[in-house]
């Protein structure tokens, strides 16, 4: 929104808030005229006519009159010509100096942090990510200083906002949550939200959340049918588990992360869903399940294995080495890829952990986001091949689907 009048130049380099010094009196011009006149002046002088937040541009006055506050030409405005003044006495009206007086509130966050940070800052802070009541920032080290007011600007901009974070620099290597600091509002860092129908509780600080993946959760869970098994290797606080178990699907899910783990159990009972949840190392999971699940004979049911651990979920298909499983699943593994050509490079790097070559058409890629410039996240769909599984091995070939494989078992894969 186009602001007249911006706060007085005095702030510029605070960094404790004080909202004091936003204080301003400022003389614009205004119109003072009889009500019934006021729809006729609006209309001829729409461009005219102040706009600044929390001030309205049509205000009473004494004697029953209306005043039309205009933009002041300090700051863009244009001055009435002499043909419009005469036209406004003729009317009985008169143009007059007003004092308008402004505060902190009469000026939105990117007005109060534009007119605050040194003039040379590259980017104004001016959108963030929401989890529940939390506002998470990504600050350059340029704003440190000014990390504080930022934080409180926007905590007095946003009602719905409780808590501003921002993100350190470092993520947990293992658990994959960001270092986090609270820089305004409420020390309190258990969000609540929901996604695609299901209700989310956990610990920010201490668990894996990214609100990016929504679109990708929906997704590949829209790829799976009722009574389809679902094995979430890497299942963080549910986002993949929880809409697939409400959808029908048979789910156990999996976190290494305890804190992940409590909330996928606590998030499964609030929404009533009947979910089988470990806390376990994803290789031993996957051997668990080729136990439990895999290896069940009478198992008619498509399994699906999901593996969201982009930086390393590659490197725990080697476990499939090892299994001796009768059913065939369908891994959906994400990875991220730097490559200029990052389909080929996923293909080739699942290829090197598994021994074999993925047939041309045994397998799909889906885009599923820039995580950073020139970093994608990839997902890539295919069937376990069933030359990798020991039991199975006589000499590696190409592999792709075989005709054996029960069309009942097949997942329908996206072709994107
Ligand atoms: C990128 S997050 C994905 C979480 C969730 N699936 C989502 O889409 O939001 C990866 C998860 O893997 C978990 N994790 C990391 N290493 C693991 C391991 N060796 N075994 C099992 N889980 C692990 C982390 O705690 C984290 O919750």
Redesign the pocket.
């Known amino acids: 929104m186009s602001v007249a009048i911006p706060p007085p130049e005095s702030v510029r380099g605070m960094k404790i808030l004080d909202k004091e010094q936003f204080k301003l009196t400022e003389s614009i011009p205004a119109i003072r005229l009889r009500p019934q006149l006021v729809s006729k002046y609006l209309k001829k002088l729409q461009d005219k006519l102040l706009r600044q937040p929390g001030v309205k541009h049509v205000q009473n006055c004494s004697k029953g009159d209306k005043l039309l506050l205009l933009t002041p030409s300090s700051v863009g405005g244009t001055p009435l010509s002499a043909g419009l003044v005469e036209e406004v006495a003729f009317d009985g009206g008169v143009v007059i100096d007003h004092q308008l007086t402004l505060e902190y509130h009469h000026w939105t966050m990117p007005h109060i942090l534009k007119a605050v940070l040194p003039v040379d800052t590259r980017e104004i802070p001016s959108s963030f990510e929401t989890i529940g009541h939390i506002a998470h920032l990504n600050l350059p080290s340029e704003l440190t200083e000014y990390k504080n007011l930022i934080g409180q600007v926007l905590l007095d901009n946003n009602p719905q906002i409780r808590t501003v974070v921002n993100k350190t620099n470092s993520i947990?290597e293992?658990?994959?949550?960001f270092k986090m600091e609270v820089l305004a509002g409420d020390d309190d860092l258990m969000a609540t939200m929901k996604e695609n129908g299901c209700q989310f509780t956990f610990d920010y600080s201490k668990?894996?959340?990214?609100s990016r993946?929504a679109t990708?959760?929906r997704a590949l869970v829209g790829l799976f049918h009722p009574g389809d098994i679902v094995l979430?290797?890497?299942?963080?606080?549910?986002?993949?588990?929880l809409p697939a178990a409400k959808k029908g699907c048979i789910v156990h899910a999996?976190?290494?992360?305890p804190?992940?783990f409590h909330s996928l159990q606590s998030n499964a009972e609030i929404n009533k869903l009947p979910i089988q949840c470990y806390n376990?190392?994803?290789?031993?999971?996957i051997r668990k399940m080729a136990t439990d699940v895999m290896c069940n004979p009478s198992q008619q049911k498509p399994i699906h294995i999901?593996m969201?651990?982009?930086?390393?979920?590659v490197e725990?298909l080697d476990v499939f080495h090892s299994l001796t499983i009768q059913s065939r699943p369908t891994i959906h593994c994400?990875h991220f890829s730097k490559a200029e050509d990052a389909k080929k490079d996923t293909v080739d790097v699942v290829n090197k952990t598994l021994g074999v070559t993925l047939a041309d058409g045994s397998f799909t890629i889906h885009q599923v986001r820039d995580v950073a410039p020139k970093k994608l996240m990839v997902r890539i769909s295919f069937e376990l091949p069933l030359l990798i599984l020991p039991h199975q091995q006589q000499q590696k070939q190409i592999v792709g689907p075989t005709d054996d494989t029960p069309s009942s078992k097949r997942s329908k894969l996206d072709q994107s």
């Open positions: 947990d293992t658990f994959r949550f668990v894996y959340w990214n993946l990708e959760h979430d290797v890497f299942a963080g606080v549910g986002p993949f588990s999996n976190d290494l992360n804190a992940a376990m190392d994803g290789r031993d999971f999901i969201n651990l982009p930086a390393s979920a725990f994400y």
